[in-house]
């Protein structure tokens, strides 16, 4: 029977490749701009930068010292990654004989425009050892050629150049911007596809795409931050202090070492603990004077939530450091006594401990301003502050008073890169934040690896980050991140890239279980299953007499560290556990594992927790679940959220839970929601995004898409919206109320917590969902009803090659109609929504009268046509 319902939409092309990884078109060589937003000072034919013609060139002049430094900013459009690179056509300059050795050029880069104004640019971000620390280059110039640095900038939309050399002095550019690190396949040729008749959908479903481009890395991409010399030792270039892995326990000792400043300064650290900040010292070395600082923090810069403290500067002139020689620095750190620093066999300073007895990240975000938290025990780092290069060798730390070697090392083998985390990435990995959070979180992609199955399907990607937790030794909590260059191969505990928290555990199991569910990859779970089981032993430990997880200090520790830990009995976290035993429980029936009786076991742990939460987590006064039993004030999304999803929240209370959701929309600029009630005590007005895409899915699972939708276009309306000075083509971490980022220019512009859309897009607008492993079954149901949405196409990659592909359009009071295509080997059904089939006065399968039910049978391998004609 020949078709009444005729489709009037093109198909979508077909993808690059039917391959199931990461499809990746020839990088191109260099990324270069696109325009020149502006322009400072002497600067002539900047336009040329734009070209690949290389015997073209921008010229940057200043001819005095008082002319204002000249510099170009330039534009991308949306964002990209890469490691930063010029060509210098020519320099000249009225001095004579070499190049004086301050000649530099500043390279400086920002996602949103605010920042590239700013002389650092966005950043620096001193937390993940082993990026970048800074988003400012210096390169020093010494003639014509290509530049490049030695570090991958992670997400950049602007750039800025800037002759930064004493005057008079002139420099032609003729090349400047990124060598790629991450893949920039044009968004319509990825495996998978989503379109539909509403742009701004399409647009969000592109930019959570693009963001997991600029997040995933290829192995052996991300250059280590130290260069290591058989003879010279390591050479580092304003670094924030990397710390050795294995001496977090360390107590009382001397560390000794030899060090050369080639400009500036150098730092080390004593007592470093994993994450918190620290004890540094820096020495600067000035025209007329040289300085020895005491810092607490992570670096001699301040960031925004990572502001470090200067406790004491002492001169040190009269010891006669130069630029260029070598010296040696001893260190002596016992009990509760002062640091003692002795430099070329001179006192050089005394520096007293802190006296704050507390620890972890915000240990001293509230103490007075000269005092900072004490640390008795911890490891020995070397780095770099701010504009400092220099060469560390031969260093040794040993025990105080018995004389026992910790650690010894010439510093001159590639091997320290692993003592200290910082070697080159060994696995393909997905970070959270491109340019923030390089360390492959695993935790944090909860929501980000749901994307990915449906756009790039770089599966290794996520792969990569379980397997290097899953190598990780320690506690059975699941470690929930760690530098990329860390060794695996090596069998001993490490303490210093270590973040355990329950919260990051149960969240990676999570990861564990998507990735199962999208890839049936049965390998991956027999890796995983003895460490799965020690996680949930240790969880299940710390359930209290109620049935209720119950924890506290850094185990309760959450992505949400601005809302501060949410100790003791937390709703929120007590239904991520009943998440994480039931995934779990169907991870034990597999055919990989097939433990029926464990199986069993995790089910009745989550039947009780569930119980207890219903019990004894509701407050009958506020007709709302609490956040801790100590954190009663105040609604949560994101709790509420899991509880929906979980089916926790009794039936009865779903409509005045959805009334509660309104009120956190009651502050905010276009009616986003918050992720706490504006009268919650203790926590900032924070729009997010990653919280937003679980009350998202907690609204189409109780049948609002109304609701849904609302979320979807008030979120990320700021993100889409091109003319915002913010504006990347990629999704931001969090938002404030007002719909700029959170935090200034801290908050990350590509972020995989915001990065939701994507999946939503394709798993409930075009329908396509796993519900056996590796899609052997699969569901298509269309359930979000998009408000004047006509029609949506796409398709969805799977582990056999091809892919499942979707296409359906409304028929404005004349019916509904659907293609699918189900690949070899798998099969799946298609559940016809109510709204359209309470409409049907006929349907059709291929063309024949069809009789039964909603929910069709599409037979392995098939091709399926159904029209639902409404009466």
Not at 334 to 347: H, M, P, Q, R
Not at 389 to 402: A, G, H, I, Y
Not at 608 to 624: L, M
Not at 635 to 647: D, K, R, T, V
Request: charged letters at 20%.
């Amino acid at each position: 029977m020949p078709s009444t319902l005729p489709f009037s939409t093109p198909r979508l092309p077909k993808p690059l490749s039917s391959n199931y990884s990461f499809v990746r078109d020839e990088w191109p060589e260099h990324l270069l701009p696109i325009r020149v937003h502006s322009v400072q000072g002497q600067v002539e034919n900047a336009e040329n930068i734009l070209t690949r013609d290389e015997q073209a060139a921008a010229t940057l002049t200043r001819q005095s010292g008082t002319d204002p430094e000249p510099c170009i900013i330039l534009d991308y459009g949306f964002a990209v990654a890469g490691i930063p690179f010029i060509k210098i056509q020519g320099i000249e300059s009225s001095t004579t004989g070499p190049l004086n050795s301050k000649a530099a050029l500043d390279f400086t880069v920002s996602e949103g425009y605010p920042g590239i104004l700013r002389p650092d640019g966005d950043g620096p971000y001193p937390f993940s050892a082993g990026a970048d620390t800074r988003r400012r280059v210096r390169f020093r110039l010494k003639g014509q050629g290509l530049y490049e640095s030695k570090y991958v900038q992670g997400s950049q939309r602007w750039l800025k150049l800037t002759l930064v050399s004493p005057a008079p002095f002139s420099v032609r550019i003729a090349l400047a911007g990124f060598i790629p690190t991450t893949s920039n396949l044009p968004l319509n040729r990825l495996p998978g596809a989503f379109q539909c008749s509403d742009n701004f959908m399409n647009q969000l479903w592109e930019y959570g795409a693009r963001t997991l481009q600029l997040n995933c890395i290829p192995p052996r991409t991300v250059p280590p931050p130290w260069q290591v010399s058989e003879d010279m030792g390591v050479l580092i270039d304003s670094q924030r202090c990397n710390a050795y892995g294995w001496g977090a326990n360390w107590t009382d000792y001397e560390v000794k070492f030899t060090s050369m400043i080639l400009d500036g300064g150098l730092a080390w650290t004593v007592r470093a603990k994993a994450g918190p900040p620290s004890v540094i010292f820096i020495i600067n070395i000035g025209v007329h004077k040289t300085t020895l600082e005491q810092w607490f923090g992570y670096y001699n810069q301040p960031q925004i939530t990572l502001e470090p403290r200067l406790i004491s500067t002492v001169d040190i002139t009269h010891i006669g450091l130069e630029l260029g020689n070598w010296f040696a620095v001893k260190t002596i750190c016992v009990g509760t006594a002062d640091f003692k620093i002795i430099i070329e066999d001179c006192e050089a300073a005394v520096f007293k401990q802190g006296t704050l007895k507390a620890e972890g990240f915000g240990a001293f975000s509230s103490c007075p301003p000269d005092e900072f938290p004490q640390q008795l025990k911890g490891s020995v780092g070397i780095g770099a502050g701010n504009d400092q290069l220099c060469r560390f060798k031969d260093m040794s730390v040993t025990s105080v008073p018995d004389g026992e070697t910790l650690y010894e090392s010439g510093l001159n083998n590639p091997a320290v890169l692993a003592d200290f985390g910082i070697g080159w990435n060994q696995f393909a990995w997905i970070s959270d934040g491109a340019k923030r959070d390089r360390y492959p979180w695993t935790a944090d992609i909860i929501i980000g690896g749901r994307s990915l199955y449906y756009s790039t399907a770089g599966v290794e990607y996520v792969r990569g980050n379980i397997v290097t937790s899953m190598l990780r030794t320690g506690t059975s909590l699941l470690s929930g991140g760690g530098p990329p260059g860390r060794d695996l191969t090596r069998t001993a505990k490490d303490e210093m890239f270590n973040v355990l928290t329950v919260n990051y555990s149960l969240y990676l199991l999570l990861v564990i279980y998507d990735f199962w569910m999208h890839t049936g990859d049965d390998s991956l779970l027999e890796i995983c299953w003895e460490r799965i089981k020690g996680c949930l032993a240790y969880t299940e430990d710390r359930i209290n007499e109620r049935g209720l997880l119950e924890v506290y200090n850094m185990d309760a520790g959450d992505y949400d560290y601005y809302n501060g830990l949410q100790e003791g009995v937390s709703t929120k976290r007590n239904a991520l556990y009943v998440t994480a035993l039931r995934a779990c429980a169907a991870i034990a029936k597999s055919s990989a594992i097939f433990d029926q009786e464990l199986s069993l076991r995790y089910e009745s742990y989550a039947n009780r927790t569930f119980s207890s939460i219903q019990e004894h987590c509701f407050d009958k006064e506020s007709r709302q679940f609490i956040i801790t039993e100590s954190r009663k004030e105040g609604f949560q999304q994101e709790a509420h959220a899991w509880l929906i999803s979980q089916g926790i929240l009794p039936p009865h209370l779903l409509s005045e839970t959805f009334q509660n959701f309104n009120r956190l929309t009651s502050t905010t600029h276009n009616g986003a929601p918050l992720s706490f009630t504006p009268d919650t005590p203790s926590v900032p007005r924070v729009i997010s995004p990653i919280m937003s895409a679980f009350q998202i899915e907690a609204a189409i699972h109780s049948g609002r898409s109304q609701d849904a939708e609302d979320i979807l276009r008030k979120v990320w309306a700021p993100m889409a919206d091109k003319t915002s000075p913010h504006f990347t083509g990629t999704t931001w971490e969090f938002l404030k109320e007002d719909g700029t980022p959170f935090k200034d220019d801290f908050c990350s512009y590509a972020q995989l917590f915001s990065a939701g859309p994507t999946y939503l897009l394709s798993r409930y607008v075009l329908g396509v969902e796993s519900v056996e492993a590796g899609f052997k079954k699969f569901i298509i149901s269309p359930r979000l009803e998009i408000a004047g949405l006509k029609w949506a196409q796409g398709r969805v990659p799977t582990p056999v090659g091809s892919c499942i592909e979707v296409r359906w359009q409304m028929f404005d009071g004349r019916g509904w109609r659907i293609e699918c295509t189900s690949p070899g080997g798998l099969s799946g059904r298609l559940i016809v929504s109510e709204y359209v089939w309470s409409r049907r006065s006929e349907v059709l399968v291929n063309g024949e009268t069809y009789k039964g039910g909603e929910e069709i049978d599409i037979p392995v391998g098939a091709f399926i046509d159904v029209e639902v004609i409404f009466w």
